[in-house]
């Protein structure tokens, strides 16, 4: 089925419920297996991205050279996320340091646990290297003297601040973690 068809029978089952959708927003893009070699017979650039529930999607290839859906993390709203926690390490700046450690390890627990996607491992990275950086900034301005060496933030940052992992393999991962690809029932 054709994506003008699609978008046809959307605004009308939409228009059923007096909805409709907003032109800005909505649009069809070229965004399959073959776009990239389709795109590139016509002389037109890369595949197009679009935004969704936070991520950029993006055409991709796997290391054997197969399609494969790109997810990672729009880069507007990780920017906001980090303005956001320098502000609270501000609010909290002479707080004891276990309780501003605590406090990190939850936010950025909670934002690897939803980003955590295949693919989106690596600016996960920078995201943990830019809080271990807000967060030495807000413990340098505790006092008058620096005396936060870099051997005892890096403890610190380690104990607290948690690396990113894996928290949503692909699907055929999940499903066989169950049965080991196997029936339960032998």
Same mark, same amino acid.
């Given at each position: 089925?054709?994506?003008?068809?699609?978008?046809?029978?959307?605004?009308?089952?939409?228009?059923?419920?007096?909805?409709?959708?907003?032109?800005?927003?909505?649009?069809?893009?070229?965004?399959?297996?073959?776009?990239?070699?389709?795109?590139?017979?016509?002389?037109?650039?890369?595949?197009?991205?679009?935004?969704?529930?936070?991520?950029?999607?993006?055409?991709?290839?796997?290391?054997?050279?197969?399609?494969?859906?790109? !997810? =990672?993390?729009?880069?507007?709203?990780? %920017?906001?996320?980090?303005?956001?926690?320098?502000? +609270?390490?501000?609010?909290?700046? /002479?707080?004891?340091?276990?309780?501003?450690?605590?406090?990190?390890t939850r936010v950025v627990s909670g934002y690897f646990n939803y980003h955590a996607v295949p693919g989106n491992l690596i600016r996960l990275g920078g995201f943990r290297l830019a809080v271990c950086r807000l967060w030495r900034q807000a413990l340098k301005r505790r006092s008058q003297r620096n005396r936060l060496q870099?051997?005892?933030?890096? !403890? =610190?940052?380690?104990?607290?601040?948690? %690396?990113?992992?894996?928290?949503?393999?692909?699907? +055929?991962?999940?499903?066989?973690? /169950?049965?080991?690809?196997?029936?339960?029932?032998?």
């Amino acid at each position: 089925m054709a994506g003008s068809t699609v978008l046809m029978q959307l605004q009308e089952r939409l228009a059923r419920f007096g909805l409709s959708l907003n032109a800005s927003k909505t649009g069809v893009i070229e965004f399959a297996r073959f776009a990239a070699r389709n795109r590139r017979k016509r002389g037109l650039g890369k595949p197009e991205t679009f935004d969704f529930l936070g991520f950029t999607h993006c055409c991709s290839t796997n290391r054997s050279g197969g399609f494969q859906i790109l !997810r =990672l993390k729009v880069k507007k709203r990780m %920017r906001a996320t980090l303005l956001a926690i320098r502000d +609270e390490l501000k609010r909290r700046r /002479h707080e004891p340091i276990r309780a501003q450690g605590q406090w990190l390890t939850r936010v950025v627990s909670g934002y690897f646990n939803y980003h955590a996607v295949p693919g989106n491992l690596i600016r996960l990275g920078g995201f943990r290297l830019a809080v271990c950086r807000l967060w030495r900034q807000a413990l340098k301005r505790r006092s008058q003297r620096n005396r936060l060496q870099w051997l005892r933030y890096g !403890r =610190l940052a380690d104990l607290y601040i948690p %690396r990113p992992r894996n928290a949503h393999p692909y699907p +055929e991962h999940r499903f066989a973690s /169950h049965t080991r690809s196997r029936s339960r029932m032998r």
